[in-house]
C-alpha cells in the first residue's frame, strides 16, 4: 500500500497483463483481508500496482526509432565492443575490465530522487518512467574526451519531460546529477581513495532542456548492461562522454554552478561545459580528429559539437 500512496498522481498504469499466479495471490490476500467484494477497485488498483512492479524491466524493448535520429550512411558501433568497452571508474579504470566487474551491483530496483528548488520534488521508480514516458530510440554519436567515438542507438525520452514534472522554479540554473555510490557493490571506489565520489555532473537548465538530452535506459533495443550505466543515465551527445553520466540516483535543481567530479580533479583538463570542439585541445592532446570504436585505424575529423550544431549552437556564444 505504501506503494501506491507514493506513486506521483502522473502515474498511468497500463499494457500489463497480470500473471495468473501474482493475480491469484493478490485476490487471496485481499480475501483474508476481507477487502473482497465491496472493495472491487481498490483491489483493482492494488493489482495494477503490483502487477507494474513486478513487470521485468526488459518487457518495452526494443522501442520504435525516431526517424530524426536514424542517420544514414553511418555505420553502428559493434554491441559487443561499446558494451566491453566502458569508462565507469566505480567499476575499474581499465575499460576492458568494467563489464567484468559489475557482477554485485543492484540495478533494480531502482529510485531516482528528483529534488532541490523546484515545485514538484518526487521519488519515481525507474521502472515508472519506463512505463509512462515517451520511450524511443535514437541513434546518436558519442564522443569521449579521450578521442574515441561510437554510433548506438539509445533507448529513453527526453530529460525535459522529467524535468516539466518537477517544475522547476525560476531561481534554478543547473541541473546536478548524482551517480549512486555504493562501496560493497562497486569494486573501483576503493581503488580511487581520493576521488571525490560519488560520481557528480552538471549542466546549465536550458542545456538539460535541450530536445537533445537524452534520459536513457536502454542501449540496443535491450535494457542498459551494466556497464552501460543501468538501470538510467543521461546522454548529451554534443558534449564530451564525462558529461553523460551513468546509474543515477539523484536529480537536483540548484542555484549556482555544481561541483562536478572531474572538474573538481583537473578543471583545465575536464571543465563543466566540455562541448566537443576539435578547436579547442586537450591540454595533454588534440581533438581535432577521433578514433571509431572497433576500427582503431579509422581517424576522423571531429565536428563542432559532435555534428549537432543545428541543435545546440543557439545555446552558446558564437565559437
Ligand atoms: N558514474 C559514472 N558515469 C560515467 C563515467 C564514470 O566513470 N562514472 N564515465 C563517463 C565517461 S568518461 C564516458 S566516455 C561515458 C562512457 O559511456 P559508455 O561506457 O556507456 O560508452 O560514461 C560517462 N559516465
Ligand atoms: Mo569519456
Redesign the pocket.
Known amino acids: 500500500m505504501a506503494n501506491i500512496i507514493r506513486r506521483p498522481g502522473w502515474y498511468i498504469s497500463e499494457k500489463f497483463v497480470t500473471p495468473e499466479n501474482v493475480f491469484r495471490n493478490r485476490r487471496q490476500f485481499l480475501k483474508e483481508l476481507g477487502f473482497a467484494g465491496g472493495a472491487a477497485l481498490l483491489a483493482q488498483a492494488l493489482e495494477a500496482a503490483e502487477v507494474n512492479s513486478n513487470s521485468p524491466m526488459g518487457k518495452k524493448y526494443p522501442l520504435p526509432r525516431n526517424k530524426d535520429f536514424d542517420p544514414a550512411n553511418v555505420k553502428l558501433t559493434d554491441e559487443t565492443e561499446?558494451g566491453t568497452?566502458?569508462?565507469?571508474?566505480?567499476f575499474s579504470t581499465a575499460?576492458r575490465e568494467?563489464h567484468r566487474r559489475t557482477g554485485k551491483f543492484v540495478t533494480e530496483p531502482w529510485t531516482v530522487d528528483v529534488g532541490g528548488l523546484c515545485e514538484k520534488p518526487m521519488k519515481v521508480d525507474v521502472k515508472e518512467l519506463i512505463d509512462t514516458m515517451p520511450m524511443e530510440e535514437r541513434v546518436y554519436r558519442?564522443r569521449?574526451?579521450?578521442a574515441w567515438s561510437?554510433t548506438?542507438p539509445w533507448t529513453g525520452f527526453p530529460l525535459s519531460k522529467l524535468i516539466e514534472k518537477a517544475q522547476p522554479k525560476s531561481e534554478a540554473k543547473f541541473v546536478r546529477f548524482v551517480?549512486a555510490m555504493r562501496r560493497d557493490e562497486m569494486p573501483g571506489i576503493a581503488l580511487l581513495p581520493n576521488y571525490p565520489w560519488?560520481?557528480t555532473?552538471g549542466l546549465r537548465l536550458d542545456e538539460a532542456m535541450n530536445p537533445l538530452t537524452m534520459a536513457v535506459t536502454g542501449?540496443y533495443g535491450k535494457p542498459l548492461p551494466k556497464?552501460?550505466?543501468a538501470p538510467i543515465?543521461i546522454v548529451v551527445p554534443w558534449k564530451?562522454?564525462?558529461?553523460?553520466?551513468?546509474?543515477i540516483e539523484k536529480i537536483e535543481f540548484v542555484a549556482k554552478q555544481p561541483a562536478t567530479?572531474?572538474e573538481s580533479l583537473a578543471p583545465d583538463e575536464y571543465p563543466f561545459e566540455s562541448n566537443v570542439n576539435p578547436n579547442v585541445p586537450h591540454p595533454r592532446w588534440s581533438q581535432a580528429t577521433e578514433w571509431i570504436l572497433g576500427n582503431q585505424s579509422l581517424r576522423v575529423r571531429t565536428k563542432l559539437y559532435n555534428g549537432y550544431a543545428d541543435y545546440v549552437s543557439g545555446l552558446y556564444k558564437k565559437v
Do not use: D
Open positions: 561499446a568497452w566502458n569508462n565507469f571508474y566505480e575499460k568494467v558519442f569521449c574526451v579521450e561510437m548506438v551517480t560519488p560520481y555532473e542501449i556497464q552501460h550505466g543515465r564530451y562522454g564525462y558529461k553523460s553520466i551513468k546509474s567530479l572531474w
